[in-house]
């Protein structure tokens, strides 16, 4: 593998497995399934965008920055609530105690 990225036959290097062993390639696999995951790469951009449209919208008539709600709800929607408050309490604790 000169490069990193091809095996010594030429072709590009598949992922390894468990037994750290390079994986065989299967391009027709993807072709199978390729048009399927471009359908939810398309419905995961409109939901992006939905998303940002609807905290944008709700920043608007709340009065809060647009980035506080979105991290709100990237907090309550994930497993690490707990964690994400501990951390805003200690920044706004740095704020107030350290910060001008």
Not at 42 to 52: G, H, R, V
């Amino acid at each position: 593998m000169a490069n990193g990225t091809q095996a010594a036959s030429g072709k590009a290097a598949g992922r390894k497995g468990r037994d750290k062993q390079e994986a065989v390639t299967k391009p027709e696999v993807v072709a199978e399934k390729i048009e399927h995951l471009e359908r939810l790469a398309i419905k995961a951009n409109e939901a992006a965008k939905d998303l940002s449209d609807a905290i944008k919208t709700l920043a608007e008539v709340s009065g809060y920055n647009a980035s506080a709600i979105k991290a709100l709800v990237a907090a309550r929607v994930g497993d690490k609530f707990a964690d994400k408050r501990r951390n805003a309490e200690q920044q706004l604790e740095l704020f107030d105690e350290v910060g001008e």
